[in-house]
């Protein structure tokens, strides 16, 4: 590059950072520098009543694996801090699979009809997206409840002698979150499917394949990338979820987001807290790495 | 891309699926609206058509209020984080790349990859600290909490609108004007407002909307709708809610319907 | 021209406000306070009453623990005041603002957590016991044993209600223990108990006034008052004591040391201890109050409720709850953590 390139190029090197700074240091100041007290705070000592004490210690760290048995003194494994992240986990990944068994279909009949009606029906999904979480949560309480719709039209129809008790539940939970996360799932999918070139299709068929072998060996693979988008847009926020598992829960099935909460106000032991949003962290930072790399890898082999 | 016929793309049950997802996904919301305007107070059995939630909640001055934060909270918000957004996106767009743009781009679009949870708590401690150290318990944290997630949202849309636009237009202004200032002001301004106005409500939305991080930031006094919501949903079934959720819903719908006008619209 | 009209507006807008007198923050219990109290009470002083809500003691420590909280007022419960004292979180009452501290009925004037009356006033009163909709299950009750050790016809349909003094308290009384017991072999049967009985709970959530009458839930742990108006609404919902005993508690008003509306905070204490007053308190979440005089006010269903008048054979099995020592603290908080799984 000749001098005046090279400053040409410093230049706007420069003009880039200054125009990025003020987004950069709200983001800083109100969003990504807090972070690091939050990491600070989990290799503290709990207060008494909430708060902390300045002292360093690794309690929270060995509280989220080990509880310290409070009558004889062992440790064991913390089943209690594990078996809420493990819930936490299940749920997310039934969610994400839910969600790619309906979204799926639903991309597929979105990116195969007309222009028109395309740009409609993608309206039509993104909708309920756009709509207040508490909204979309509290209208699935009004269904599933014991004198909700579905059971009072249940018990009309005979199906059934008594409400089913489906509110409270891990399975209520689950239908929440899938209800809430569903466009996420569709969007990518049908990105990803609309680049799908449909003479494939016309090939499998000449092959003498059947439509099964055609969705398995041919449809999927090539619609890999818009898959784990979907899945990963699920997967990270139904991870976190705080809102639809405190309504639909019922305070017994928490999640790793309701727990944290527990910890901050109740349960009087930030540091364990805050250990655990920084664990939240490490796995979907780990998460978008997985994505990452397979998205890059997709990417390689073109199409 | 011509479209082949519909038979090759069409797989068994698909359609049938996915018009049953249709329907599920906004049963439960119209049975949300229809409900607000029932005379009774189930959710399930009909009794009549009657405005009178939707007077309940009109008269009720805490929802009054609620509102009216809301919106100045989500109007605030809004419009700084469209400003950073776009001075940002003029930044990160239609210029070679350089170092560290990776790590512009990560900070960014941090909101969208932390959940919301942990950014709620990293607030709860660190402006919870700076209230009781500065004695100021006012609006601000909320306005600067808000602004920070918002921007992710706003930029979106800009960047892709500027990545769109070419430089034609303004390299031939460059021989007319001279000013890069008045270049980005009578030029780059007009062709980018589309996606500016598109940030400003998907930010606009997403503050209105949003639940977690208000809960947390809020001192006394401070409550949304959303958090006024969550404590009356908790509490009780009341058919008010039904009332505000439908008037959010029209609200939302309606910015909506906008913002897809306003990126349709091809220059 | 222009900017003479904006400022004239300004100046308008400034007298007018200047006017809106005080406001004040009161934190306190959801579903607790009546708003018609707060009407009349800003009728009378222009002070304008913003409420937050909190579900329990420990929430309500925490938040104000964790600084920043904005509140002037708070309604803690009766054990928990002297917490609040320890940790300089409440300041003492100056009673010479407060005209009608007299008014305290003399029973709850010298308290043990507050002797004198020198940091709360009296706000409810009541009791934790167990509630039940009868279409679900026509036995007994008045017994803990409805959440703890769940009848057939009750399995997976009780909700606990997440308060956990009052919880560990219940089971502590069931297995024949003391409240604030720092026996470790009557924990770990507390502990056991609690961890085993809750596969059978429906959930541990509040609300349950308009959850129980909106026949979503068929039996909770929770307080005679809320329950009371449950059962308005709901006359299926009957309200038990349990027999091997169950908490009574009361919740003052106090006044949060950081306040920012003291003079306003005054008046509104002032305000309660009128007898007229007093009795709307409780009109509304139907508890008693511990204002003298204020029988008269009183709602008349409130007179013979079998949730308000406890039978006599029962009355003995209920305890006010102490405070808990730092280690007994700490053993109920762990023992909920772990239950909380």
């Known amino acids: 590059m000749s001098a005046s390139e090279n ?90 699979l839910i969600s790619l068994l309906i979204g799926f279909p639903t991309a597929w009949f979105i990116a195969t009809r007309s222009p028109t009606m395309r740009t409609f029906l993608l309206f039509l999904i993104t909708i309920p997206f756009w709509t207040n979480l ?9 269904i599933i409840r014991n004198e909700g719709l579905l059971n009072t039209l249940l018990l009309k129809v005979g199906l059934i002698q008594n409400p089913i008790e489906m509110i409270y539940t891990d399975f209520a939970v689950l239908i929440g979150m899938a209800y809430v996360y569903l466009p996420l799932m569709v969007l990518p999918l049908f990105a990803s499917i ?80 805050a250990a655990l949003s920084i664990s939240l962290l490490a796995v979907v930072m780990a998460a978008l790495l997985i994505y990452v790399k397979f998205a890059n890898k997709g990417n390689s082999h073109g199409t | 891309m ?14 049938l699926i996915a018009v049953i997802v249709f329907v599920a996904l906004y049963l439960p919301i119209m049975m949300l609206v229809i409900y607000s305007f029932n005379s009774g107070k189930s959710v399930a059995i009909w009794e009549g058509f ?47 790349a350089f170092k560290g743009q990776m790590a512009i781009f990560a900070l960014i679009n941090q909101p969208l990859m932390v959940p919301e949870i942990v950014t709620a708590v990293a607030l709860l401690i660190f402006f919870g600290a700076l209230k009781q150290f500065t004695g100021y318990q006012g609006m601000g944290y909320l306005v600067a909490a808000h602004t920070a997630f918002c921007i992710p949202f706003a930029y979106l849309p800009i960047q892709a609108r500027l990545n769109g636009m070419d430089n034609t237009l303004e390299t031939a202004a460059a021989d007319l004007y001279g000013r890069s200032f008045q270049i980005f002001r009578r030029i780059t301004l007009p062709l980018l407002m589309p996606g500016i106005l598109a940030g400003f409500m998907l930010a606009f939305v997403t503050s209105l909307d949003d639940v977690v991080i208000t809960l947390f930031v809020k001192s006394a006094g401070q409550d949304t709708l959303p958090t006024y919501m969550l404590a009356q949903i908790r509490r009780s079934i009341t058919t008010e809610v039904n009332a505000i959720s439908t008037v959010l819903l029209a609200a939302t719908v309606l910015l909506l319907i906008l913002f897809f006008i306003l990126t349709k619209k091809k220059n | 021209m222009k900017r003479l009209s904006y400022l004239a507006l300004a100046l308008i807008t400034s007298a007018s406000m200047a006017h809106a007198s005080g406001e004040l923050q009161l934190y306190n219990w959801g579903d607790y306070t009546n708003p018609e ?42 054990n928990y005041v002297p917490i609040w004292v320890s940790e300089g979180l409440i300041q003492p009452l100056d009673l010479s603002k407060l005209s009608n501290h007299g008014n305290i009925a003399p029973e709850w004037m010298n308290v043990t957590w507050d002797d004198g009356r020198k940091y709360s006033v ?47 308290s219940l089971a502590t009384m069931y297995v024949g223990g003391e409240p604030c017991t720092e026996d470790k072999e009557v924990l770990k049967k507390v502990r056991d108990l609690l961890v085993a009985a809750k596969p059978k ?23 005679n008052g809320a329950i009371f108006r449950a059962r308005l609404q709901n006359p299926n919902v009957k309200y038990g004591y349990p027999k091997e005993g169950y908490p009574l508690w009361m919740d003052s008003v106090a006044l949060l040391s950081d306040a920012q509306n003291v003079e306003e905070a005054y008046k509104f204490m002032d305000f309660i201890m009128v007898p007229e007053n007093a009795a709307l308190v409780s009109a509304f979440a139907r508890y008693a109050n511990g204002i003298s005089g204020s029988d008269p006010f009183m709602p008349a269903d409130m007179k013979d409720a079998p949730e308000i008048l406890i039978p006599d054979e029962l009355k003995a099995a209920g305890h006010f709850l102490p405070t808990c020592s730092a280690e007994a603290q700490a053993f109920n908080t762990a023992i909920w953590t772990e239950l909380q799984k």
């Open chain 1, 7 to 96: 400053l040409t190029r410093k230049t706007s090197i420069k003009n880039a950072w200054l125009l990025s700074s003020p987004a950069l240091v709200i983001l800083t100041l109100a969003a990504a520098g807090p972070l690091l007290i939050v990491l600070v705070y989990s290799f503290l000592l709990p207060g008494q009543y909430g708060n902390v004490k300045w002292g360093f210690s690794l309690d929270a760290w060995v509280g989220i694996f080990f509880t310290k048995d409070i009558f004889d003194g062992t440790y064991q494994m913390a089943d209690a801090h594990l078996s809420i992240f493990w819930r936490s986990i299940k749920l997310s990944i039934l969610t994400t």
């Open chain 1, 134 to 142: 508490l909204i979309r949560t509290f209208a699935i309480n009004q």
């Open chain 1, 194 to 273: 609309d680049r799908f070139n449909m003479s494939f299709l016309e090939a499998g068929y000449d092959l003498y394949a059947t439509r099964w072998q055609v969705l398995r060996r041919i449809i999927i693979p090539v619609t890999k990338p818009g898959i784990i988008a979907g899945s990963i847009l699920v997967f990270i926020p139904s991870l976190g979820a705080y809102v639809t598992p405190r309504l639909l829960g019922g305070g017994k099935n928490m999640m790793i987001g309701n727990f944290i909460e527990l910890l901050f106000g109740q349960g009087r032991n930030w540091p364990l807290g």
């Open chain 2, 2 to 15: 011509v479209r082949k016929e519909f038979s090759i793309a069409k797989l068994p049950g698909f359609s």
């Open chain 2, 50 to 96: 009657s405005l009178q939630w939707y007077v309940k909640a009109w008269a009720n001055e805490q929802v009054k209020e609620v509102t009216l934060r809301s919106v100045g909270l989500a109007l605030s918000a809004a419009t700084f984080s469209t400003i950073a957004a776009t001075l940002a996106a003029l930044g990160t767009t239609r210029r070679p």
């Open chain 3, 37 to 78: 109290l707060l009407a009349k009470f800003e009728a009378q002083t222009g002070i304008k009453v913003t409420i937050t809500d909190y579900d329990s003691n420990d929430t309500a420590l925490a938040k104000v623990q964790a600084g920043g909280h904005g509140f002037d007022l708070v309604v803690p419960s009766a």
């Open chain 3, 122 to 168: 009296p706000w409810q009163w009541g009791s934790t016991g167990v509630a039940v909709n009868v279409t679900a299950y026509s036995g007994d009750v008045n017994t803990s044993s409805i959440f703890l050790d769940p009848p057939a016809e009750l399995i997976g349909k009780v909700n606990v209600t997440p308060e956990m003094n009052d919880v560990i």
């Open chain 3, 201 to 223: 709970w429906l959930s541990m959530d509040y609300g349950m006034t308009e959850k129980m009458a909106a026949n979503d839930v068929m039996a909770s742990v929770y307080w």
